[in-house]
């Protein structure tokens, strides 16, 4: 509406300047001048249409202009284009007094408006003294309501008024969303409930007949029941207490309100270790000099779907890289050995990842039309920014810690990424007559997690070249150090899903022409692009320590510099890299001779690896003279340099090296530069798997030391130290009885997860830490809506009854599985019950965990708040290969029962019904209609929210069924986001090359449940 009336208004005038008019009349809105939530562009248009009669006025007062201006701010019309439904119709007349004006009161008001000597006329029609109470004598809403003092009110529990709020808000949201009471969650987003602008409106006035006038943003501000009961338990308790309170006990002496200051309110916390992970962001002294742990990780790269993959791929020494493959453009039409012609590329070579065309869009709540336009990098990132998340152990609840002064959730996102080709496809599709509009910002990408996660910290997209993701995580642990987040997701992504990237490369020379990166090599000219997407979950040391949280390894430091003016803007600097590497060895306080190992930035190049050595050279000699006691290699020699990933990738190989005690070859080394005197250098090119012995150091063995280098194009330069975390190893925790969960959004899903599960225990019998394993299944995700739960006292009894179960043996022992829909009118309205909740608390005490295990699977709600449980053996999060310490807390409670055998369920909100209905965008070959399988591990693929580690695994076991993978535990089974094992393979988003023919296709491929719409054809993602 913005457009046509502001240009049309000034056209009219342009158009009429020189004609002697009687009146020039603008047609404006009541939106013009009292506003209107929802549509600021109308309220804008007319707004200006009011400004500009009396601009016109005072042109014709100066002779430039002929004929009175009139803005008539007009209301809805009986007769008019625009109408409102009845009952909107009636709630306006209620509210404000107006009705829709008849054209007869709108013609007379029409004249009379001429003969006013006002630039502007607002005309109304209905109760005229409501109307003027309404527009020119209502009082002003406050922003922020003030708590109330304690007024004559019934007496009344906090927990009491806190459930019966909910239970009011309900029963007023019933009518309204046409939803059964009981059937509406406190606890989910009113989104779910497709709650738009309109409905909100109507839910505020709705509300305003009982509380009085409210803030018109109050649905923006508070977006669950829940959140809207604690907001008028805090603001409007004496209207809540006199509404709610028993008729019998309604009294008129005055009483103090039972309700909560709305601090309270907020802050009300269990203070089990296990439910509030994170803490509030308050810097102290000690910040900046705790180091950084990584206790989440997450990552896809070519021929390695999962990181347990890329590990094994680097191991075996395997070179990762392929042709060009056709489902990403035809290399033939425009390869070229002459590596002077223009329009072509003389590199065929490439890495590439799986899936990068597979998504789930129904899992984040994006529509499929919407995801067909996402940067597949943006659909990748977050894919794995969830799998981190869940291989740490937390869920989105468990990030949403309160803190003291700001909003919850301060968490920051910080992604590296180069490349935004995708919209090239939309140039291409509009070029062709079929115009297409792409998006190309790359700041979605960060945007996008920090959205799907309701992160409230900073959301950062970096682009400093080929240095990108180490940068990013660089700026993740400088405002974790800083105080300013208490955790921080961070990592890169990169893919080449169109030619260009490998035109601009063979045009400057870059990329090599034989098809390896011969890192540190003798004869490489240039580097092979890699895909890949690695994303790792960060904290500060002192509190993933003591959290219990899985640790990967510690960041001790890192560094950024720039290399300023040099020979050429792609030439690097090896002073300024000197300087990188020395202030992150400063910064961490790490004597280089204590370093190990050193994952170089490696392309391959005659110039670039000369000048890496020196500079690193020169920064070691700083602190000892020693040679050859450091070894180098880089993982760009198996999987082509990642460009934007490729810091890391670096990093997880190192974290996998460490976690292995191990070494990987450094491949294509085998004769090396001969313009790099590595005999003189402190380094040595691992050419041979070999065990990473501790460095020994005047007879003292330290911890295993790495430094990782990064550097982009350009003078960008990053440089980290990493070490690995040596923890106290302890027994296992011995508990008689520990119950393990399992969840899924669909039966079949629910075998599929039974089975991961069965394959990972039975190949770690004798390893396995049961109350580890339970106690992160149950904490460390969300449940979905199949369910199934064991009550086991061993290894061995779990793989025995996930055997029965896949065989589909009846009345299993101590085997319990239902379906939350099936159950959820019977059971929800107890989910918020006070005394149910004492029922379980009672229940904890005394061990009766099969009553337990029997409500959860039939979807009962049981709330972390209102457990009572003992602390004497609370284990980390199960992960890692290796024994990991533990840290212990004395028995708190005279109660037998173990933390980790709470049984703990919280509905996912993303969105109810159609939470994880399959809908991928899938397409059929332009030159025959076949449905494209997609190849290699991905095709193998599970749909599952797994997580990585060995406690990843495991907890990807339980199965949420969204997009998670078993990084490193799940053996074979990786993970597709196009669902089973056959689906995975049968939906992809791009086939072969026929872009053209996709693009002019954009559609949904299938609806939910559906089959593959005939011809549908999808975007490249």
């Not at 700026?475 to 490998?502: E, M, W």
Request: charged share 20%.
């Amino acid at each position: 509406m913005l457009a046509p009336k502001v240009t049309g208004t000034y056209n009219l005038d342009q158009s009429t300047r020189d004609v002697e008019l009687d009146f020039f009349v603008l047609f404006s809105s009541i939106a013009g001048a009292m506003g209107n939530l929802g549509q600021a562009d109308y309220a804008t248009a007319n707004g200006f249409m009011d400004q500009f009669a009396a601009y016109r006025n005072r042109q014709v007062a100066a002779k430039e202009r002929y004929g009175r201006t009139r803005s008539i701010n007009w209301p809805l019309w009986q007769a008019g284009g625009m109408g409102i439904d009845p009952a909107s119709q009636e709630l306006l007349q209620q509210t404000t007094g107006m009705q829709p004006m008849r054209t007869a009161t709108g013609m007379e008001a029409f004249h009379r408006s001429l003969a006013l000597p006002y630039d502007q006329t607002m005309v109304v029609e209905g109760d005229l003294a409501q109307i003027r109470r309404v527009l020119l004598d209502g009082p002003a809403v406050p922003a922020e309501p003030q708590v109330e003092q304690p007024v004559a009110a019934a007496e009344i529990d906090a927990e009491s008024l806190a459930e019966k709020t909910q239970e009011h808000l309900r029963k007023q949201f019933s009518g309204l969303l046409k939803l059964a009471s009981h059937k509406i969650d406190p606890h989910a987003a009113l989104e779910t409930y497709g709650i738009d602008s309109i409905l909100a409106m109507k839910l505020t006035n709705h509300l305003e007949k009982t509380f009085g006038s409210l803030s018109k943003t109050l649905f923006f501000e508070y977006q669950t029941i829940r959140e809207l009961a604690e907001y008028f338990i805090a603001h409007h308790s004496t209207q809540l207490t006199a509404l709610l309170a028993p008729a019998a006990n309604r009294r008129g002496e005055a009483v103090t309100s039972a309700a909560p200051a709305p601090a309270a309110v907020q802050t009300r916390r269990t203070s089990n270790r296990r439910f509030n992970r994170l803490r509030s962001v308050v810097p102290s002294p000690t910040t900046e000099s705790d180091p950084i742990a990584i206790i989440g990780l997450s990552g896809r790269y070519p021929e390695a779907v999962n990181i347990e993959a890329y590990w094994h791929n680097l191991r075996e020494g395997m070179d990762c890289i392929i042709e060009v493959p056709r489902d990403r453009w035809d290399w033939q039409e425009y390869f070229t050995e002459d590596r002077s012609k223009t329009g072509h590329h003389y590199s065929k070579w490439g890495g590439f990842i799986a899936g990068v065309d597979e998504f789930d869009p129904l899992f984040f709540n994006i529509s499929p039309l919407e995801a067909e336009l996402v940067d597949p990098q943006e659909r990748l990132f977050l894919q794995h920014a969830w799998m981190a998340v869940e291989d740490a152990g937390y869920t989105r609840a468990r990030l949403q810690v309160p803190h003291d002064q700001d909003l919850a959730g301060q968490v920051g996102v910080y992604v590296g990424v180069m490349y935004s080709e995708y919209q090239l496809f939309g140039a291409e599709a509009s070029a062709r007559g079929k115009r297409l509009g792409i998006p190309g910002s790359t700041a979605s990408i960060a945007n996008r997690v920090s959205y799907a996660f309701n992160l409230h910290g900073p959301s950062v997209t970096l682009d400093t070249m080929c240095s990108s993701s180490l940068t990013a995580i660089h700026f993740a642990c400088q405002d974790l150090k800083l105080g300013r987040t208490s955790l921080a997701i961070a990592g890169g992504v990169n893919v080449s899903i169109h030619p260009n990237k490998y035109l601009v490369l063979s045009a400057g020379q870059f990329i090599s022409g034989d098809g390896h990166c011969q890192s540190f090599g003798e004869g490489g000219d240039g580097y092979i692009p890699g895909e890949g997407v690695g994303v790792v979950v960060l904290k500060r040391l002192s509190e993933a320590k003591r959290d219990g949280d899985h640790i990967y390894g510690i960041i001790r430091g890192s560094a950024l510099t720039h290399g300023g003016k040099t020979n050429g803007y792609t030439v690097p600097n090896p002073q300024a890299q000197t300087s990188a590497i020395s202030r992150a060895l400063a910064e961490s306080h790490t004597d280089a001779r204590h370093i190990s190992y050193i994952e170089a930035h490696g392309t391959g190049t005659k110039l670039g690896d000369p000048i890496e050595i020196a500079a690193l050279s020169k920064a070691f000699n700083q602190y000892t003279q020693d040679t050859e006691f450091c070894l180098i290699g880089s993982a760009k020699s198996n999987i082509g340099h990642c460009e934007s990933a490729a810091g890391i990738a670096g990093l997880t190989k190192v974290l996998l090296q460490m976690q292995h005690q191990q070494i990987v070859p450094s491949l294509h080394s085998a004769q090396l530069n001969p313009h790099i005197d590595f005999p003189r250098s402190p380094f040595v090119v691992n050419q041979s798997l070999r065990t990473w012995e501790q460095p020994v150091i005047d007879g003292r063995k330290l911890p295993r030391l790495a430094g990782i280098s990064s550097f982009g194009a350009g003078g960008s330069n990053a440089h980290m130290i990493v070490e690995e975390y040596q923890p106290l190893v302890q027994e296992p925790t011995t508990v008689p009885t520990v119950v393990i969960l399992l969840s899924a959004r669909t039966a079949e899903q629910l075998q599929q997860k039974a089975r991961d599960l069965l394959d990972f225990v039975r190949a770690r019998l004798n390893t396995i830490d049961p109350v580890a394993m339970a106690y992160t299944l149950q904490v460390g995700r969300e449940a979905m809506e199949e369910r199934l739960g064991f009550m086991v006292s061993s290894a061995e009894q779990l793989a025995d009854k996930l055997q029965a179960y896949l065989a589909g043996e009846q009345d299993i022992e101590d085997t319990y599985q239902g379906q939350v829909k099936r159950n959820n009118d019977a059971l929800s309205v107890f989910s918020t019950d006070v005394d149910l909740q004492q029922t379980v608390d009672r229940w904890i005490a005394n061990t009766k965990l099969s009553k337990l295990l029997a409500l959860w699977v039939k979807a009962l709600e049981v709330q972390p708040a209102h457990v009572s449980v003992c602390q004497r053996a609370l284990p980390d999060r199960y992960s890692g290969g290796r024994a990991r310490g533990r840290q212990r807390r004395r028995n708190r409670c005279p109660s037998p029962v173990a933390a980790q055998q709470y049984v703990r369920s919280e509905r996912a909100t993303l969105s109810l019904d159609v939470y994880r209905r399959r809908v991928l965008l899938s397409r059929s070959s332009g030159e025959g209609g076949r449905a494209h399988r997609s190849e290699g591990a991905a095709g193998r693929g599970v749909s599952g929210d797994g997580a990585g580690g060995d406690r990843a695994g495991i907890a990807c076991a339980a199965g949420i069924d969204g997009p998670g993978a078993a990084q490193h535990g799940l053996g074979a089974a990786s993970h597709c986001f196009a669902g089973q094992r056959e689906q995975a393979s049968q939906h992809r988003l791009i086939g072969e090359r026929q872009r053209a023919d996709r693009l002019r296709n954009l559609q949904p491929g299938r609806g939910p449940g559906d089959r593959p719409l005939p011809g549908s054809r999808g975007v490249l993602s």
